[in-house]
């Protein structure tokens, strides 16, 4: 699984990965669980408690990561000689250009790169290298940022199937950004304004065909331009790193992924000039990245995770992963109509052993997403992915399935979620209702007031078919014409809809109720949060009046 695919993940429910099944009637009413389904913003909170229930204390409940590395819950825990160092590294002060230098040195000696450089994250790593790409190091530059008037290099090239939500870091310097589809068009995008390339991992490593690290790079270095390529969640390779060895001039990884450094670093690897003049940009420094500020904990603690990387036994952590998944497969195996299967990685990227658990949705009237929905909403909870089927669909159409990535797995947790699930498949649940008659025709156009957190945005809904229950049409956002569809089950109505740019999605998920011809309910942006709604049908007026042709030209105007 590429990063860029990580990012489809982004528009769907933290953990479950829809709005679906049981979970519905919680969205559905009024300020109940829209943060957090389990609770959300109502949850109780009390004093901080220390120690094991310091989440808890705040009314906030732990999750067992069986997704992966995803920040918003949190990603990987610290290895034990992170969390040391970073201990040990905040009882002192130190000056911080001398700590870097310092751990600039061995992450060169450990990775067999030029330098190296602790981020604010992947995507802090990725704005100071653009920072460094557009100054050269100049400060008088730098304190300009993002008023690039002036500049030499002010664009930055990428290629399409590199473009994504992590981009914004790069955009937040204010460059142009140059979009191409073929190794063609790149090489003759490339001019004297070109301050960088940003690019995703080949496809495959060692790929050396167009559009790969090797072909760009090739191309890149004949005109002296840095390529950056952005390895968030892979797997690090040192003497030599893949990236480096096929050309890159720096590659970032996230500090807080596989690694399993502190959530907030990144690292950067590669050319020493490139990467002192990104330390530059970065905080301590003032300038544009002063927001993107290490710690000295961070530092410590990112080298202390990339010197515990050298001495991991990889191949022995695969095996127990594997054995955590072995567990999970032997408990819900037993239950008729289950089936499993476990997949072996075999790329860098979110490198982990992964257990798909399929069944009839026919059959247990649950859907893969009603069942990652629902574990992820009960105690204890459990962040798993979703894939397939539709409840109701005979199996000679398809499947359903939940799938566990096991590799951000405690120890102790297989043999919960084991149980978690086989409970949750054993479950009897009733049929799925049919659909109550509508009780109203949508059709036409709505005028759809949408209240965000401190602000009053002004939608339309045209809704052009209503086929019983079923409904589709256009949504107009304040920006974007986005297609729309939905149901009518009685007077509760949801629609979805989602505001697509190149790099970016914004999903609309709207749950209500209709009451003649209005509407009011809430809406679900996946990551960014909730809304509320009202709406409006547009009466248009009844009376008639016949058209007259004109005859021949106007006589006044």
């Known amino acids: 699984m590429k990063r860029r695919d990580v990012i489809k993940g982004l528009t769907m429910l933290p953990l479950a990965g829809g709005i679906v099944g049981s979970a519905q009637a919680a969205i559905n009413a009024e300020g109940t669980g829209m943060i957090g389904m389990l609770g959300g913003e109502n949850s109780a909170a009390g004093p901080m408690k220390f120690g094991p229930e310091v989440y808890r204390s705040l009314g906030v409940e732990p999750v067992i990561n069986c997704r992966g590395t995803f920040t918003i819950i949190g990603a990987s825990t610290l290895v034990p000689e992170a969390k040391e160092a970073m201990y040990n590294a905040q009882s002192n002060y130190v000056q911080l250009d001398e700590l870097a230098m310092g751990v600039g040195k061995r992450l060169a000696e450990l990775s067999g790169a030029e330098w190296g450089v602790v981020s604010c994250g992947c995507a802090g790593g990725m704005k100071i290298t653009t920072m460094a ?69 080949s496809t495959k490593p060692g790929d050396t065909g167009p559009l790969s690290v090797h072909a760009i790079s090739k191309a ?64 301590p420094h003032h300038g544009a990245g002063r927001d993107n500020k290490v710690g000295k904990e961070e530092q410590i603690g990112m080298l202390a995770a990339v010197e515990a990387w050298t001495k991991r036994n990889h191949a022995q952590e695969e ?163 986005n297609e729309l569809e939905g149901t009518i089950d009685g007077n509760a109505v949801i629609f979805r809809s989602a505001s697509r740019m190149l790099a970016d999605n914004v999903p609309f998920t709207f749950s209500g109720t209709v009451n003649g011809d209005t509407m009011s309910g809430n809406i679900h942006h996946g990551e960014y949060l909730t809304s509320k709604f009202t709406a409006k049908k547009v009466i248009q007026p009844s009376s008639r009046q016949r058209i007259n042709v004109p005859v021949g030209p106007p006589l006044s105007s």
């Open 220 to 283: 890149a270095k004949l005109k002296g331009i840095p390529v950056l390529v952005d390895a968030a969640a892979e797997a690090l390779t040192l003497n030599p790193n893949v990236h480096l060895a096929d050309g890159a001039t720096v590659v970032a990884y996230s500090g807080g992924k596989a690694i399993r450094g502190p959530q907030s670093a990144g690292l950067l690897l590669g050319d020493k000039k490139l990467l002192m003049a990104a330390w530059q940009s970065s905080a």
């Open 319 to 481: 095996l127990t992963w594997t054995g955590y998944l072995e567990t999970i497969s032997k408990r819900v195996s037993a239950i008729s109509g289950v089936t499993t299967s476990i997949r072996q990685p075999t790329g860098l990227d979110n490198r982990t052993p992964t257990l798909t658990i399929s069944w009839d949705p026919a059959k247990f009237n649950a859907s893969g997403q009603d069942m990652a929905t629902y574990l992820s909403t009960t105690k204890p909870r459990i962040a798993l992915s979703a894939g397939g089927g539709r409840r109701g669909a005979p199996a000679s159409e398809n499947l359903t399935s939940i799938s566990v990535a096991a590799f951000m797995m405690q120890p102790g947790d297989d043999k919960i979620v084991a149980d978690r699930i086989f409970n949750a498949l054993s479950m009897k649940r009733p049929a799925i209702p049919e659909m109550k008659a509508p009780s109203a025709d949508l059709k036409g156009r709505w005028d759809v007031t949408i209240e965000y957190f401190n602000e009053v945005s002004k939608h339309t809904f045209s809704i052009e078919q209503q086929d019983s229950n079923w409904l589709k049409g256009s949504h107009k956002s304040a920006f974007t014409t």
């Open 133 to 201: 790409a557009v100054t050269g190091g100049n400060p008088e530059k730098l304190v300009r940022i993002p008023d690039l008037t002036g500049f030499e290099k002010d664009e930055v090239i990428i290629p399409r199937r590199s473009r994504n939500t992590y981009d914004h870091a790069i955009r937040n310097v204010g460059v142009k950004i140059i979009t191409v589809d073929t190794q063609e068009e790149l090489e003759a995008a490339m001019n004297p304004r070109t301050a960088m390339i940003y690019m995703m991992p």
